[in-house]
Nanobody
Framework: QLQLVESGGGLVQPGGSLRLSCAAS????????IGWFRQAPGKEREGVSC????????YYADSVKGRFTISRDNAKNTVYLQMNSLKPEDTALYYC???????????????????WGQGTQVTVSS
């Protein structure tokens, strides 16, 4: 079973940056699209970004466009989420997830994803 481990979360001031990593073990990520989701207390889990298996296509929620960048390094079996210009409303538990069957289109449907990590906390506060 594919295992995903997120890292890179922490406490940052508004306007600051963080880079999240999603590392896979046991299996290669080459055949999976990877999505980043987040969930704030009392709110539903929402899609943040997605990258297809080859890295040729990326997708973003409107709330993070122009601030976040998703990328992948298949040689390292890792996907990254670079987060710049962070805002307090970005505070949430961030998850990465792997989807075997994504071929474009709607990327933020939770049921699309087969495997999930445990999450890493991002807190944006002064």
């Amino acid at each position: 079973q594919l295992q995903l481990v997120e890292s890179g979360g922490g406490l940052v001031q508004p306007g600051g940056s963080l880079r999240l990593s999603c590392a896979a073990s046991r299996f290669t990520l080459d055949y999976y699209a990877i999505g980043w989701f987040r969930q704030a207390p009392g709110k539903e889990r929402e899609g943040v970004s997605c990258i297809n298996n080859s890295g040729s296509s990326t997708y973003y929620a409107d709330s993070v466009k122009g601030r976040f960048t998703i990328s992948r390094d298949n040689a390292k079996n890792t996907v990254y989420l670079q987060m710049n210009s962070l805002k307090p409303e970005d505070t949430a538990l961030y998850y990465c997830a792997a989807a075997r069957r994504f071929n474009g289109g709607i990327w933020d449907r939770i049921s699309l994803y087969d495997y999930w990590g445990q999450g890493t906390q991002v807190t944006v506060s002064s």
